[in-house]
């Protein structure tokens, strides 16, 4: 167990260095529905409805704010769905759009489910001058956003209601009221403060990601290295309770007390923010430059007072432009329990980073990683950061044989 006694310097540095679950929050999200989307739906007879309501045409969906994450980013999760239905026959087909998350500030979007998948339901349009958002006060506020139905969420209706014609573009206006208690998340570069909700949790994981496929033309990899740098403020954070150990080959990095990719840490707290995991196997290919590099072993993150006993192990890197990313086996238990499956750990940003290339290798150092964005396999550290949030980096080399 590699967890070092560091309990002063942490309190010292305050509870600003520790990451946040999404705390407990109230307000409400209101939809007045409207635009090409909702007509087309319900020109081809599909009722627009919040869960509970059994008829009725209504022209706003109202849902209660629960939990959420207010930094210069919101997150705000619902109870409640909304239930698309259309009468085929003597029966009913209806989907029901789930779990939904509004995310506010950069890029906004409302994300939720359909089934058992989670993605992207909504784009959100969020002028500057209609947002506010007030980490100290720990609100988040916007007023007559646009929303529209994204082309994902048009076929799976079109499939699943057995429509004629895919439902696009505008789907209404949106108003979302919010405050969360507790005040302060996660999106600050040295993290964020606890946010009064409880221990965070992460539940099973959806879908398993698919193995990147390897083209004709690739070459095998003979040897590989990777050190994957963990953001410091979920270091710091863990080694409050029980801490990080290596396991089945993996090894811990160097005794840091400034570790690298991406935060400050004042005052320095060192700790091991690295891990460097076995060479397994993989392939490379010299002119697509798209790569396959696997790993055994793995690293255990665990703080039993927060619930959290949580594995990642067999790292697998892509590089594959701007689709790279690392895909982990995630297993837990207490309150994370991803159910033993692989999902994607970290996308990569290779674009920030330039190959340091000779004959027969290629490295990166320090690619810049962040929490997925789509809301799925992301949601073991979503509920600590929140999407696109900055998560440590990739340090990749190998070599390669001929053809």
């Known amino acids: 167990m590699k967890r070092i006694s560091t309990l002063a310097v942490l309190a010292a540095a305050g509870t600003a260095l520790l990451p946040a679950a999404p705390a407990e929050a109230t307000g409400t999200t209101t939809i007045k529905l409207g635009g090409k989307a909702v007509k087309s739906l319900r020109g081809q007879g599909v009722a627009i409805r919040p869960a ?63 089934g058992s998948s989670r993605f992207r339901l909504f784009t959100v349009r969020a002028p ?28 799976i209706l079109k499939r699943k209601l057995r429509l004629k014609r895919t439902p696009r573009g505008g789907f209404g206006r949106l108003t979302v009221d919010a405050i969360v208690r507790g005040g302060a998340g996660p999106g600050g570069g040295d993290g964020g403060g606890p946010g009064g909700g409880g221990p965070p949790s992460s539940g099973p994981l959806g879908d398993e990601p698919p193995v990147l496929a390897r083209p004709a033309g690739a070459v095998d990899i003979t040897g590989a290295q990777v050190a994957w740098h963990v953001r410091p403020s979920w270091i710091r954070y863990v080694n409050t309770g029980e801490g990080t150990t290596s396991f089945g080959g993996a090894s811990d990095g160097p005794l840091d007390p400034t570790p690298e990719c991406g935060e400050a840490t004042e005052p320095p707290v060192p700790l091991v923010y690295s891990f460097h995991f076995p060479f397994a196997n993989g392939w490379y290919h010299p002119v697509a430059e798209t790569a396959g590099v696997y790993f055994g072993g793995g690293v255990n993150f665990k703080f039993s007072a927060h619930g959290i006993d949580l ?57 810049p990683g962040s929490i997925p964005d789509d809301g799925g396999s992301g949601a073991v550290f979503a509920g600590f950061y929140l999407p696109r949030e900055r998560f440590g980096c990739m340090s990749v080399s190998f070599t390669y044989g001929g053809p």
Request: hydrophobic share 35%; aromatic share 2%.
């Open 311 to 367: 594995d990642t192990k067999s790292p697998e890197v892509e590089i594959n432009g701007a689709n790279s990313r690392v895909i982990s086996r995630f297993d837990g238990r207490l309150d994370t329990t991803p159910g033993n499956k692989r999902g994607v750990l970290v996308d990569l940003d290779t674009a920030a980073v330039s190959p340091v290339e000779a004959p027969g290798s290629v490295s990166w150092d320090r690619i």
């Open 52 to 114: 509970g309501r059994r008829s009725g045409r209504p022209a706003r969906v109202r849902l209660r704010v629960t939990t959420g994450l207010v930094t210069s980013k919101a997150l705000v999760n619902h109870t409640g769905a909304l239930v698309l239905s259309k009468r085929a026959g003597k029966r009913r087909r209806s989907v029901r759009f789930r779990d939904l998350q509004v995310r506010l500030g950069g890029r906004s979007e409302i994300v939720g489910e359909i």
């Open 128 to 155: 500057a001058a209609r947002l506010s958002l007030d980490s100290r006060a720990g609100t988040a506020s916007l007023r007559g956003g646009t929303l529209a139905l994204t082309p994902r969420a048009g076929r």
